[in-house]
Structure formats: structure tokens, C-alpha cells
């Protein structure tokens, strides 16, 4: 599964449109909406799509032999030269057909010199800082080829830090995750442990689920184009987030997820379990090989809090909250660890029926 490609500069950007924060927050914050989740990025091979950067032709000489030694300078990557080459030219071009020439190739330039510093950050091992250079001056830089060079230097430091477990787009069908559509069915494939299978009114990560398509204005996703519907009932169930068996969760420090109710009214009582059972949970219980599963009978409250895994309650809110949570703080249950978990359950006691919203669910390093 591929590192979740949040933002670019066609997208506004992470942590500033999305990434909620780049700093330790509390151990369990609900961050109540006061800034976006995780956006969209682009997909590969957009970058063929940037315009060339146009020519120029000067009447006057003089300015034409300096133009073209900026081009010349901009060409060989000598983006401090070309940076102040282009801004002597900008008055000479303002008015005539250069000024957009110039207006792109300072950019470039740019961007060029950001590329270096990201660069630099990224020898030295701070990701941190790369991620947040682009946050702040890659919308500037869309459409320019050094901006697409600044994005590769930010997604590489991003999946240094992240681990995008779901975002649930469209677009996930080709990477492993769930697939469904909008009308509910698809069985999808959640590869990795304990991927949870599909069926009629369902997808692949749990029944009664659907996956949904929006814009974050019309409030039912959080970011990029998707996210995914979950209509709880009366009884005990949950959903279910596959953990690839090459991510090892003892890396990670926090656990990103978007989640807001579709009822005003309703507050249901969820659980995020980090299972090392097999498994399902709903129906007749899920008995089949795990250790610990129940072999008949209806699941209850009691059992699922007795799950050997790391559990955390919480109540989600009729808007999106985005929440960071600290692994450390997930409570142990039957000696649980790390290396042992197999599956991100979310679970619903039961209750009133309501609609539950999830977007985006990340592990974040430290």
C-alpha cells in the first residue's frame, strides 16, 4: 500500500490545508474541526502535463543576449544566478509579451532553490522541515517543473513520516484498499492482516458500509474526493482496517482519523481496537483459528473489552473531528503487543441507529 499522497499545490496542501498538525499534540486530542485533514494529491504522470516555459525573443539586443543568459543559468540548475537574473529583467519585460515569460521563469528558479533546501533537509534527516517547505510554498510553484520536483522531495518525506492505513478513494482500488462505490457493493480487497471481506450491502471493510464520493464543502468528506458511510444498528458491530504486514506499528506514535456523525443528535459510544485476535466481531462471532475468538453465540460489550488488543473509547460529534491519538495511550487488554496486531477495528455497542463518516485513518511516527 502506498504512502497517502496529501496535497499539491492543485489541492491547497497538507498540514496548512490538511496534516491537522505537524507538532505532538495531546495524547488523545479531538481537534474539533479547526483545521482540514489529510488532502489529495495528484497522480503520477501529471507532471507530463506542465506547459513548457514559452520563449522569448527581446527587441532590444541587449536584453535579448541578458534574457537568454538567464536561460542559460536556469538550464544548468544555477537557480540563485537565475533567480536574480530574471528579477533585473521583470521591469525591462513588464508591459510586452515577455512579462509572462519572465513571471514563469522566476518561478522556476524559485522553486529551483527550494529544491535545494528540501534537499538539504532531507540528507539531514529532517522530513519534518521538507514537509512543511512544501506546505508553504508549493501552491505557488503548480505547474512549473521544479515544483513537481519539490513535490517527490515532499512525498518521500512524507511516507518517512506517515503510513495512510486508508483514505478511502477511488483510486485506492489500484493500490490494495477497499473498493466499493457509491451504491454499497464491491468486495474490494483490504490486503495485508486481517483485511475484513465484502457482501451485499457491504465493502471490504465491514458490512452495512458504503463508500461515498463529495467535496469536504458539502461536509460528508474530509479530504479528497472520498470517504466512507457507515450506517451502525442496534446491535454490536464494527469495521475493520487492514495493517500491511510490513508496517511495524511500534514505529508509530499516533493514529490520524476523520469521523463525524450524520445525526446531530447522536453521540454513539465507539471503540478503536487495535486487535491481535482473528476474527469478526458482529453475527455469530468470529471463531475462525484467532486466539481467543468465540466459536457461538452473539458478541457483547463484556466480550469485545476483554479482546486482546489496545483499546480507546471515544464519542465522535456532528462534525468532523480530527483526531491524533497517542498509541501509548491506547489501554493494553490480555497482554497485548505491538508486533502482534493484526487488524484497526472500530466498534459500535450498539444503541440507537445512526450514520457514522470516516475519512483518512494514518499512523504518524514520532
Avoid at 496542501?13 to 505537524?22: C, I, P, R, T, V
Avoid at 515577455?98 to 532531507?122: Q, T
Avoid at 491506547?330 to 484497526?344: I, Q
Amino acid at each position: 500500500m502506498e504512502p497517502v499522497r496529501p496535497f499539491s499545490a492543485g489541492c491547497a496542501l497538507l498540514l496548512s490545508a490538511s496534516l491537522w498538525s505537524l507538532t505532538p499534540s495531546i495524547a488523545c486530542s479531538q481537534d474539533e474541526g479547526s483545521e482540514p485533514a489529510i488532502a489529495e494529491v495528484p497522480a503520477d504522470g501529471e507532471a507530463d502535463e506542465i506547459p513548457p516555459i514559452p520563449d522569448w525573443t527581446p527587441e532590444s539586443p541587449e536584453v535579448r543576449t541578458e534574457f537568454e543568459a538567464a536561460r542559460k543559468s536556469l538550464d544548468e540548475r544555477s537557480y540563485p544566478e537565475a533567480e536574480k537574473a530574471f528579477k533585473r529583467l521583470r521591469s525591462k519585460a513588464k508591459g510586452t509579451d515577455g512579462e509572462p515569460v519572465i513571471a514563469r521563469c522566476l518561478l522556476e528558479a524559485e522553486g529551483g532553490i527550494l529544491c535545494e533546501k528540501a534537499g538539504e533537509f532531507a540528507a539531514k534527516g529532517q522530513h519534518r522541515r521538507v514537509i512543511a517547505l512544501w506546505i508553504k510554498e508549493g501552491e505557488k510553484l503548480d505547474e512549473t517543473f521544479t515544483g513537481a520536483e519539490l513535490e517527490k522531495f515532499f512525498d518521500e518525506a512524507f511516507a518517512e513520516v506517515f503510513m495512510t492505513l486508508a483514505d478511502f478513494e477511488k483510486k485506492s482500488a489500484a493500490t490494495g484498499a477497499a473498493e466499493g462505490g457509491e451504491d454499497g457493493g464491491g468486495d474490494g480487497g483490504n490486503g495485508g492482516r486481517g483485511g475484513a471481506t465484502g457482501g451485499r450491502g457491504s465493502t471490504a471493510y465491514g458490512q452495512n458500509t458504503r463508500l461515498i464520493t463529495g467535496t469536504p464543502e458539502e461536509g460528508e468528506v474530509r479530504n479528497g474526493s472520498g470517504a466512507l458511510y457507515w450506517m451502525t444498528t442496534a446491535t454490536l458491530g464494527s469495521i475493520q482496517i487492514g495493517i500491511p504486514e510490513e508496517v511495524r506499528l511500534a514505529n508509530y506514535r499516533y493514529l490520524r482519523i476523520s469521523v463525524r456523525t450524520e445525526d446531530p443528535k447522536s453521540k454513539p459510544s465507539l471503540l478503536l481496537l487495535f486487535d491481535c485476535e482473528a476474527g469478526e466481531l458482529q453475527g455469530g462471532g468470529g471463531g475462525q483459528g484467532g486466539r481467543g475468538g468465540r466459536r457461538g453465540g452473539n458478541w457483547g460489550a463484556a466480550q469485545v473489552h476483554r479482546r486482546v488488543g489496545f483499546h480507546m473509547e471515544f464519542s465522535p460529534e456532528h462534525r468532523y473531528q480530527d483526531l491524533r491519538l497517542d498509541l501509548k495511550k491506547f489501554e493494553e487488554k490480555g497482554n497485548a503487543k505491538w508486533p502482534n496486531v493484526l487488524s484497526l477495528k472500530l466498534v459500535h455497542f450498539g444503541g440507537a441507529e445512526t450514520g457514522i463518516f470516516i475519512d483518512d485513518v494514518i499512523l504518524e511516527k514520532e
